[in-house]
């Protein structure tokens, strides 16, 4: 399995950023398939996930509704995930993660990429 997370950088408050994943190694329709994040000093916290059974779509709700901000997309096709993320807040910062978990266990992680940055200030 390999998940290659791409796309992180600096970027101001109210500014936007999309993350890619490209996936390789796996049967899609055997894996949910979603994006994690960390903050510094915090411990991770899921940010979305797709089922692989129905193709539904699990917005983690946390305190700061990323549900309004970021959107979780798949091209099966090219084996990709995208995470569109708009009006990016300072405590969006924090490293992505890419992530997989077998379709009958929900989206609790299992196997993940390297992460990729994103940073957030002015």
């Known amino acids: 399995v390999q998940l290659v997370e791409s796309g992180g950088g600096w970027v101001q408050p109210g500014e936007s950023l999309r993350l890619s994943c490209t996936t390789s190694?796996?049967?899609?329709?055997?894996?949910?398939i979603g994006w994690f994040r960390q903050a510094p000093g915090k411990e991770a916290e899921g940010v979305a996930c797709?089922?692989?059974?129905?193709?539904?779509?699990?917005?983690?709700d946390n305190t700061d509704s990323m549900r309004g901000r970021f959107a979780i997309s798949p091209d099966n096709v090219r084996k990709m995930l995208y995470l569109q993320m708009d009006d990016l807040k300072p405590e969006d910062t924090g490293v992505y993660y890419c992530?997989?978990?077998?379709?009958?266990?929900?989206?609790?992680?299992?196997?993940w990429g390297q992460g990729t940055q994103v940073t957030v200030s002015s």
């Open positions: 797709i089922h692989a059974d129905d193709g539904s779509t699990h917005y983690e």
């Open positions: 992530a997989i978990t077998r379709a009958d266990r929900g989206c609790l992680p299992e196997r």
């Open positions: 190694g796996f049967t899609v329709d055997d894996y949910n």
